[in-house]
């Protein structure tokens, strides 16, 4: 019987086992004459732009994802030139035309609701629940929500087009002010009232009220305003929970300035330019 060959394989040392040797770390370096990405003056994320999906869309064209084939069959033009582009974006001045006809931009709308009980603040709902926007009844524009309310929650809502606008409204540095009525299930002691404007640790971080009193008429003290400028989900329901309270009724009636003052409950009315224009300064 001949005797198995050694491979060049068989020649070399054994790893002790237990051990590991890393293998020295090559350097790569950077390719200089590499091509500079190409920038388009449309993608940068300046302010006042829009993508052009959502200008198409909010022009009442189509949703966004048909915009999105729209634009990549090359039938939308952008100053003369057709855009194929995702993710493009185009500035008040531009001119955009689709099927040889120039697209107007949205007219901006500014809209204040006394929102009823049972209804969502979404555009849409798969559960076949009643929407806001069914309150509205044949508005052209598409709008939103700024913020929301619950569904059991009532009182002060807007809703606009305007995305800048809503952006500023609910970011949290802009510390938005909001009043609520709250009847709660059981009399609010005096030292819970302090402890809510004290602040304290829920789930998602520190939270606190800047004012919070009995409003009820007599001895009832079921009722209670407060102040925040807090914008997070479900806030006051949350805070009186953790506090060993429930929340009976909630009622937004100060949101960012504004009231549902002549605003009957399920009423809605635009808002005036000159309330727009006030509301946009105090968001600077």
Known sequence: MNPKKSSPKDDKPKRKAGTYVRKPYKKTEFKKDRPAKKNNPHTKADDGLTRLNKFLANAGICSRREADTLISSGVVTVNGKVVTEMGFKVAPEDKIT????????EKKVYILMNKPKDFITTVDDPFGRKTILELLG???QRVYPVGRLDRATTGVLMLTNDGDLTKKLTHPKFGVKKIYHVTLDKFVTAAHLKHLCDGFELED?????????????GKDKKQVGIELHSGKNRII?????????????????YFAG???????????????????????????
Do not use: N
């Open 98 to 105: 689709y099927g040889g006809e120039t697209i107007k931009g």
């Open 205 to 217: 971080g520190f939270t606190k009220a800047d004012v919070a009193v009995h409003i009820g008429s």
């Open 258 to 284: 504004f009231t549902k003052k002549d605003l009957a409950r399920g009423q809605w009315r635009f808002m005036t330019e000159k309330e727009v224009g006030l509301l946009k300064m105090d968001q600077k």
């Open 138 to 140: 044949k508005l052209k």
């Open 237 to 253: 329901r949350r805070m009186f929970e953790h506090l060993g309270y429930k929340v009976v009724k909630l009622d937004r009636s």
